[in-house]
Nanobody, 113 residues
Framework: QVQLVESGGGLVQPGGSLRLSCTAS????????MGWYRQAPGKQRELVAQ???????NYADSVKGRFTISGDNAKKAVYLQMNSLKPEDTAVYYC???????WGQGTLVTVSS
């Protein structure tokens, strides 16, 4: 059974940076099936960034140019580098594996002065 464990969340000032990590335990086909979502208080969970077929990437418009997803197949890990953070980026960030469908426990990112 696959489990996803995130780390790297925390409190950061506006304009700052954070790097989230997600590591899968168990067998996965490819990190190309992984991505990051977030859920802000009172809002629905939304896609932030993900790998797609062929190793291409897909980003939410709100994070394009600021966030970068990367990964390491050998380590079964994906990362989310978040720069120029804004208060509206405050949310619980979840790592996701599409096949089979698995969610991490989430890591809280708070952007505040």
């Amino acid at each position: 059974q696959v489990q996803l464990v995130e780390s790297g969340g925390g409190l950061v000032q506006p304009g700052g940076s954070l790097r989230l990590s997600c590591t899968a335990s168990g067998s996965i086909f490819s990190i190309n099936l992984m991505g990051w979502y977030r859920q802000a208080p009172g809002k629905q969970r939304e896609l932030v960034a993900q790998f797609t077929s062929g190793g291409r990437t897909n980003y939410a418009d709100s994070v394009k140019g600021r966030f970068t997803i990367s990964g390491d197949n050998a380590k079964k890990a994906v990362y989310l580098q978040m720069n120029s953070l804004k208060p509206e980026d405050t949310a619980v960030y979840y790592c996701n594996l599409r096949v089979p469908p698995v969610w991490g426990q989430g890591t809280l990112v708070t952007v505040s002065s």
